[in-house]
Each structure stands twice: as structure tokens, then as C-alpha cells.
């Protein structure tokens, strides 16, 4: 990664945890994009090359887990079917990041619970993740599943991620170990998916 790069990265981040802190002290609705701007330190037009909305914040690796799975699905042994890529991808999320389980995770589904267009915007970013790691697994499995039967075991794969992260970051403990949760995850949607699995769901690690 070039200095360029890192810095850009950098850049995002502070946008993140900035938005964050606001969210949970002023309230979302409260908090405007030059507010995180200024916690940022960089200037409001500027927010604009990071993110294209404030409810993007708050969504700020669906294009990594996208991506997760497209690797995953790429780089599948002779043994894998579609299902046991799909929890791959899940496990290499967790072990790269926490966005999935942690802080950030449960500041996101209160919002997507109480702010309509955060609750859009997730709606739309989920159902274009779907539809492109959907995609990618009916070009790979074409003698295991069609277009239909991929967008099904994608729904479900998502739906078992999200059903699973709503109970589990119901009542979040902020000393709850964001791999604790994660693990819980893969747990859920080994069971969800084992009717995909071709020998069961592999154990969690």
C-alpha cells in the first residue's frame, strides 16, 4: 500500500470512530456531516471523497465483505460447495475485523431499527451484496445451483448473519470480546446452512 493509500485509510477511519463518538453522544439525526468533518480535521467538501452520505458511515466495509466472498469463491478447493465458501468468507471477515461484531455493529442496528434512512441505505447495500456474491456463485457452481438457487442460499447465508447479530448485540456488553460474537455468528449460520453443506457443517474454529 503507497503513502497515498495509507493515509486515505487512515483518513476513513477517523471518519468512522468520529461518527461513532457523535452518533452515541449527540444522536444521529443530531449530528451533521460537518460536525464529523471537524472531529475528522478535514474540511466538509473533503467528507465527500470518503463517503458519498452519512448513512455510508456507518456501513464502512460492505465492500470488503463483499470482496471476502468473491475471494473465497475464487480461490474454493475441489471439495468445497457453495455453502462452504460462503462460511469461509464469514470467518475471514472476522479475523480481519470487527465491524461485523463489535462497537460499531451495535451502534448500527440500533440506528437501522429507529433512523428510516439509515434502514434504507442498509437495505440497499445488502441487497446489491447479495445480488453480486449471488452472481459469483452460480458462475462457479453452474452443475450445483442456478441463478435462483444461489440468490436463496445468499439470502439465507445474509438473513442467518443478521437474525444471529440482532440477538446477539441486543444488549451488548462493551467488554463483550468481539471474537466471542463472531464466533456465536459462524455457529448460527453453520445451522442455517446446513442443508447446503455436502458432508455437515465444518466445526467452528
Known sequence: MSLRDRK???????????ATELFESRGYDETTIADIASAAEIGTRTFFSYFPSKE????PEVDLRVHAA????AVRGPAD???EVLLRAL?????????????????RLHLVRTVPAVRGRGLQLQLDA????ARHLAAAFPDQIDEVGAAALTGAFVGAVMGALQ?????????TDPAAVQQAVQVAVGVALTPW???GPPPAD
Open 8 to 18: 486515505r485509510a487512515r483518513t476513513r477511519q477517523a471518519l468512522v470512530a468520529a
Open 56 to 59: 455510508d458511515l456507518l456501513f
Open 130 to 133: 447479495q445480488r453480486e456474491i
Open 81 to 83: 460447495g457453495p455453502a
Open 197 to 199: 453443506f455436502r458432508t
Open 91 to 107: 470467518r475471514k471477515v472476522g479475523e480481519d475485523s470487527d465491524d461485523l461484531a463489535g462497537r460499531l455493529a451495535a451502534l
Open 70 to 73: 468473491v475471494d473465497a469463491i
Open 167 to 175: 440477538v446477539l448485540l441486543e444488549d451488548l456488553d462493551p467488554s
